[in-house]
């Protein structure tokens, strides 16, 4: 099955913990992204990977950090969570980095609760 | 800032009915627009995109239609099913910045019997 995967599919920790969350994609896919999904369901990208190099990094808060050892993992750790980071965090792929057209695809993603 | 912007926040039709969900945008760079459909639990899947030298797009059921001199644009799903309730993201990019979409705050469709 080629899709994109992500574990865990859900994870509840409290303030000041840390987590790590996994993706890979088996569509042989070029680029990956994490995407964050807060309560209200706006989704903002976070970070994008091309051939396992960071392209993008938005404005994040530096204790979110990814992590890419090939071109199909790309994994996030979240140094001492806060309870704003409650939220869904999706991973994507899309074939190739800078083809605009490009359709992305999405993990089902992880679904974080901080206490 | 919010780039993109989607009405309703969310929609209530009949089976049968279309439903139509509206976009807006700012930043005239925009020359792409993907919608994504995300049913609850799962991540978007791309159900229909335009380019903006297009004025419509269709697919099945499914239009698009495009105003650039407004920025608007608008899906309109015609035939309403109910497994087509779900939350609806209109999202865009530009071709200056890669595959970076920006993403509206999304519009929960649901479809009765």
């Known amino acids: 099955e080629t899709a994109v995967f992500q574990t865990p599919n859900y994870h509840v920790t409290q303030v000041g913990n840390e987590v790590s969350f996994n993706c890979k994609q088996t569509l042989g896919h070029d680029t990956m992204y994490w995407y964050k999904q807060d309560s209200k369901k706006l989704l903002k990208i976070m970070f994008s990977y091309n051939n396992k190099q960071l392209i993008v990094n938005e404005t994040v808060p530096r204790r979110f950090s990814p992590q890419s050892s090939d071109k199909a993992h790309l994994n996030l750790r979240i140094k001492s969570v806060e309870p704003e980071d409650s939220a869904v965090y999706l991973c994507?792929?899309?074939?190739?980095?800078?083809?605009?057209?490009?359709?992305?695809?999405f993990g089902p993603g992880t679904r974080l609760l901080v206490l | 800032q919010q780039q993109v912007r989607q009405s309703p926040q969310s929609l209530t039709v009949w089976e049968g009915e279309t439903a139509i969900l509206n976009c807006s945008y700012e930043n005239s760079a925009f020359d792409y627009f993907p919608w994504y459909q995300q049913f609850p639990g799962e991540g978007p899947a791309l159900l229909i995109s335009i380019l903006s030298v297009s004025d419509k797009k269709e697919d099945g059921r499914f239009t698009i239609f495009f105003n650039k001199r407004e920025k608007k644009l608008s899906l309109h799903i015609a035939d309403s099913q109910p497994g087509d309730s779900a939350t609806y993201f209109c999202?865009?990019?530009?071709?200056?910045?890669?595959?970076?979409?920006?993403f509206g705050q999304g519009t929960i469709l649901k479809v009765y019997l």
């Open positions: 994507a792929s899309s074939p190739h980095w800078g083809e605009f057209q490009d359709t992305q695809y």
């Open positions: 999202a865009a990019s530009a071709t200056s910045s890669g595959q970076k979409l920006v």
